[in-house]
Nanobody
Framework: QVQLVESGGGLVQAGASLRLSCVAS????????MGWFRQAPGKEREFVAA????????LYADSVKGRFTISRDNTKNTVYLQMNSLKPEDTAIYYC????????????????WGQGTQVTVFS
């Protein structure tokens, strides 16, 4: 079992930055690919970014490329999502997830999920 706890969300103005963190406990964190997803009110959960277990491969949704950066620190069992140049359309609950398989954009491949952290961007 892996437990995931996100933090770092908040209310910010458009153009600002936030860094989300996700701390994992339980089984070997370094074995898992990690992903960030988000869900806006009335919309389906969507892929944001993902990172392989080694950190050597990253994937990003087109909507966040060049603005968001995913990274991990396996010594701290933590994955991060640095979000720059935030836009109102980035408003959502952000979830981190762990996947024992290969890094993927497909949310159904992820085995464990956190409870989410709210990000609200106002113009």
């Amino acid at each position: 079992q892996v437990q995931l706890v996100e933090s770092g969300g908040g209310l910010v103005q458009a153009g600002a930055s936030l860094r989300l963190s996700c701390v994992a406990s339980g089984r070997t964190f370094s074995s898992y690919a990690m992903g960030w997803f988000r869900q806006a009110p009335g919309k389906e959960r969507e892929f944001v970014a993902a990172l392989s277990w080694s950190g050597s491969k990253t994937l990003y949704a087109d909507s966040v490329k060049g603005r968001f950066t995913i990274s991990r620190d396996n010594t701290k069992n933590t994955v991060y999502l640095q979000m720059n140049s935030l836009k109102p359309e980035d408003t959502a609950i952000y979830y981190c997830a762990a996947d024992l398989g290969l890094v993927t954009m497909n949310l159904v491949e992820y085995d464990y999920w956190g409870q989410g952290t709210q990000v609200t961007v106002f113009s």
